[in-house]
């Protein structure tokens, strides 16, 4: 084939490359297994930014919480979603006392459990943006499980303080 300018044969290399391109991004991910063969429709996508919108803004509203809460030096912090609940085993000093802050903004409500138990009280944590507080007295590892109930949503928060 002969272009009758050197515009015209750029250009279509241009194309050749966007082709080849689109074909590879749209192509298995090299693991053997076939792609979707669906492709994204532009809802799909207005859906997911307009779900991170209002997840940041419950973010926003816990931390905010937590922050006028504060009642110590902060050692950790942290938020996640309901539905993944939070499992962390902080580093915290064997023999100290700190002060856990827990808040969880949506609807429904978690349960909060430590390990070893005698660390705190296991406790029901509502989605009402109230403050829910814990002294933790350690004298082992602790680890700290925050999990939603069955249908709750939001975000929780949590931040340890030191006494």
């Known amino acids: 084939m002969t272009y009758s300018s ?3 044969w750029f250009a279509g290399c241009a194309v050749v490359a966007s082709v080849v391109l689109l074909a ?3 192509s298995g991910s090299g693991d053997g297994k076939a792609a979707n063969a669906t492709p994204s429709s532009p809802a799909a996508s207005a859906s997911q930014s307009a ?6 803004k419950l ?9 006028a ?3 110590g030096k902060m050692v950790e912090a942290g938020s996640e979603r309901v539905t993944d609940g939070i499992h962390t085993e902080p580093t915290l000093s064997q023999g100290k006392t700190y002060r856990l802050n827990l ?9 909060l459990t430590f390990t070893p138990a005698s660390t705190g009280t296991k406790t029901k944590v509502p989605c009402d943006q109230s403050v829910v507080q814990q002294r933790i007295i350690v004298h082992k590892p602790v680890r700290i499980d925050v999990d939603g109930t069955k249908g709750s949503t939001g975000v929780i928060a949590w931040q340890i303080d030191t006494v």
């Open 103 to 111: 808040v969880c903004v949506g609807s429904g409500s978690a349960q």
């Open 51 to 56: 779900t991170g919108a209002p997840e940041k």
């Open 24 to 26: 590879s991004c749209t």
């Open 6 to 8: 050197p515009r015209v």
């Open 69 to 71: 809460a504060q009642s």
């Open 59 to 67: 973010t926003d509203q816990a931390q905010a919480a937590l922050a």
